[in-house]
């Protein structure tokens, strides 16, 4: 498969969408990113990298890095985690109050804020230094040292994150997290706030392609906990997009709000698109397109 000329190809076929959709304003910090940029990085189980355009350029990866904070927690914990955490799609935003309130606190997934906010928490709680075991998690799967948070954009994230302090509250209120508050959102925002680029992200993201070793910074999970992590990205991975997702391109995935998405095709290929403008549901508008593209040209999905 010549994956460089696919990677190409699409580029121009989805130059007409260059303009569409907007970038992620809600947090100050991430406006300041021009909206007009792309890159794409695909890495394959042999170990080949193919590249094109802004693939070297660190972005925030957002709630990508709600999949390696969930990798962690499923290696403390095992099967437990599901006890505090569900693994059914939400079909709401990723910021949605409604389901968390008639819930009682029991968040849909680890993939929505509120899933995410109680597994910082339970982080928080299990781990004497968490900030530095997300890090060198990251570090680890990557094979990348110099990745960092961006505290600026962690900082104006919680200057301006209402919705993600109601949910914390909310969560408070039922129990469901035992740290204090205002501790918990600040170390979910610093790991929204970590800066990667596609050809980091890819290579991150080939650990969760391999069934086989799974073993990173004294992470371990099991080839069944692999394939189950793949199929909480599958349903819950695009906000209540993730049907379209699966529909359009047929992988286990994960977008952010900072235009980067992550998709993965077991035993084949891990793959990292970035562009800022995103669509209404808060998805990537030329990341979206461009993952389509790959497995139609590829005519491969997990399907
Ligand atoms: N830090 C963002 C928030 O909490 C993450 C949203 C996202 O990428 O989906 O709003």
Known sequence: MDYQKILEDIYQEILPFANKGEQA???????????????????????????????????????????????????LDGEDLWKIVGKEPSGTAFNSLVQLEVEKGKPRNPFINAGAIVIADRLMTLLPDPDKEFLGFIHALSGTESIDYNLEVAESEREYGYLNAAIANLLKYHGRIENN???????????????????????????????????????KLSSSKIKRLNAVMQ?????????????????????GVGGGIVA????????????????????????????????????????
Not at 40 to 62: C, D, H, N, P, V
Not at 244 to 254: A, C
Not at 264 to 290: D, E, Q
């Open 264 to 303: 993965v095709h077991p035993l084949h290929y891990s793959v990292a698109v970035w562009s800022p403008r995103l669509n209404s549901k808060g998805n990537s508008v030329m990341g979206m397109k461009a993952l389509e593209l790959l497995t139609t040209y590829t005519e491969e999905s997990i399907f």
């Open 235 to 255: 349903t819950c991975g695009f906000y209540d997009e993730a049907g379209e997702f699966s529909y359009l391109v047929g992988l286990p995935g994960k977008s």
């Open 25 to 75: 304003s809600y947090i100050p910090a991430l406006a300041k990113v021009n909206p007009n940029q792309f890159g794409i990085a695909l890495t394959t189980t042999s170990g080949e990298t193919y590249s094109y355009l802004q693939a070297q350029t660190r972005f925030s990866i957002q709630s990508i890095s709600k999949v390696f904070a969930l990798a962690m927690a499923l290696s």
């Open 181 to 219: 508050i205002e501790d918990v959102l600040m170390f979910y925002y610093r790991m929204c706030s970590v800066e990667m680029n596609c050809i980091e992200l890819a290579q991150a993201f080939l650990a969760f392609t391999n069934h086989q070793h799974f073993d990173f910074g004294g992470y």
